[in-house]
């Protein structure tokens, strides 16, 4: 569906991205991720045609995405390009601003509205009591009534609180298997790409670091960047991984081994080596406890509640 081809683009003498290259399926979920200012907006803008690349070329279904200077209006019809602002015209009724665009017929309206859950919200105002979620999904329906097949979301859950992020959430996997939209997400946030990404790719200083299928990524990251941006990790002494692993030893970088707090459990007396509870935190679904091993702070995730800060426990790596 989508071929990028060593995509660059420069401000100044500075690179924003360079020679970025990778492919889209129909179908394929794709989520970017990288820290702020590394080039994931500049990229979405550009794929979507909003932004010319200095270097490059963007091709869609085989025939080459035009930038603002090849093209009098800027933008690609087939393709829907949706900012972190999601932008609303003030004082309309909600059924106006998607009509203004709809290429639908009635009844596949009524299925896009019910899809991106604001059916109920048509007559409203759009600067009427909305929460920041019914905006967003607003903007997005009145993107999606244009009959795009390519669906770009900038950063679709960073305005959003828990409730709205899930609905979000449902909402652009309905779009995906009911409607057969193909969807590019950019995000910073893990819990918003690992569940939902078919593929992720991770960009730092504009050049990508590393990609595969968030389980390779997660397990397997390249380097403490790419381990950082997918969740939390510690660095602890070979020494210590050593006898906690007994004896096969997990990812090492720069003379540490780094290890992620869930491969840290707790074991039979015997089992493993003597730890002692510092700090214990409540996490919802489960608890986070702060332990010193041999002169080295831990962090280990647990379900078990009756741990109390004070005791000695023995925990190993797997």
């Known amino acids: 569906m989508l071929r990028i081809r060593n995509i660059s683009k420069k401000q100044g003498e500075r690179y924003l991205l360079r020679d970025i290259t990778f492919e889209q399926s129909e179908g394929e979920k794709l989520a970017i991720m990288g820290e702020t200012g590394s080039g994931k907006s500049t990229l979405l803008k550009i794929l979507s045609g909003f932004v010319q690349p200095d270097g490059g070329q963007v091709d869609y279904f085989g025939k080459k995405v035009l930038g603002p200077d ?75 009534v244009n009959k795009p097949k390519w669906l770009l979301l900038d950063e679709p859950f960073s305005h959003l609180d828990l409730i709205h992020r899930h609905t979000m959430k449902q909402v652009l996997q309905d779009l995906g298997e009911r409607l057969g939209i193909t969807c590019l997400l950019v995000s910073h946030e893990p819990g918003d790409v690992l569940a939902w ?10 050049e990508i670091e590393q990609e595969g299928t968030p389980e390779q990524l997660y397990h397997h990251p390249k380097n403490e960047y790419c381990a950082g941006l997918l969740g939390p990790f510690q660095r602890i002494s070979i020494k210590l991984a050593y006898a906690l692993s007994l004896g096969h030893l997990p990812a090492v970088e720069g003379g540490m081994a780094r290890i992620r707090p869930e491969q840290i459990v707790q074991v039979a007396p015997g089992g493993g080596l003597d730890a002692k509870i510092l700090r214990r935190h409540f996490l919802g679904h489960e608890y986070e406890y702060q332990l010193e091993v041999a002169g080295e702070r831990l962090m280990m995730f647990s379900y078990e509640a009756n741990l109390v800060v004070g005791q000695s426990i023995q925990i190993r790596l797997v």
Not at 99 to 111: F, P, Q, R, T
């Open 70 to 144: 090849e093209q009098l209006i800027a933008g690609h019809p087939q393709i829907a390009y949706l900012s972190q602002h999601f932008e609303l015209r003030n004082n309309y009724w909600v059924r106006e601003v998607l009509e203004y665009a709809n290429k639908l017929d009635e009844g596949e309206a009524d299925a896009l509205f019910r899809i991106c859950q604001i059916d109920h919200l048509l007559d409203r105002r759009t600067n009427g009591n909305l929460s920041g979620g019914e905006k967003q999904r607003i903007a997005t329906a009145r993107l999606l």
């Open 197 to 206: 990404a078919d593929r992720l790719i991770i960009i730092r200083d504009g």
